[in-house]
């Protein structure tokens, strides 16, 4: 999820780039940079750190189970 602390505190920011002669649109064009922030995020298609997180767990116990078979197979061969 994205977190909207971030892309609003963003679209102060740029907000406060807007020069003085423009101070009453400063409110509209934060809003819009709000929106057009989090629309460009959404897109990305982006993982929360958990889910993330949770996926590097489960490539890790698999990395490990692969080398455990892989050792077994080679014991096995080594039987033959």
Do not use: C, W, Y
């Not at 929360?48 to 949770?54: N, S, Y």
Request: proline letters at 2%; a negative charge; aromatic letters at 2%.
């Amino acid at each position: 999820m994205i977190d909207v602390h971030s892309i609003d505190q963003l679209a102060h920011r740029l907000a406060t780039l807007v020069p003085p002669g423009l101070a009453q649109a400063r409110d509209d064009m934060e809003a819009n940079f709000r929106d057009v922030l989090a629309h460009g995020l959404r897109r990305l298609d982006l993982v929360t750190r958990e889910e993330f997180d949770a996926q590097r767990a489960v490539l890790e116990r698999t990395r490990e189970q692969v080398a455990l078979l892989e050792k077994h197979v080679a014991a096995l061969e080594a039987a033959r």
